[in-house]
């Protein structure tokens, strides 16, 4: 329980991991979840 709430390091790693896949707008592997999380959707 002493992890901070505000932290972004989940955010900074789906970022580096889009711009490995090269996860453009129009083919999205990794989808944000409002409220949830992320998924990965496979076309």
Known sequence: ????PFSNTIE??????RKKIGDTSKKCF???VPGRGY?????
């Open 39 to 43: 998924k990965i959707d496979t076309p």
């Open 30 to 32: 990794i989808q944000t």
């Open 12 to 17: 900074c790693h789906v970022l580096s991991l």
């Open 1 to 4: 329980m002493a992890s901070d």
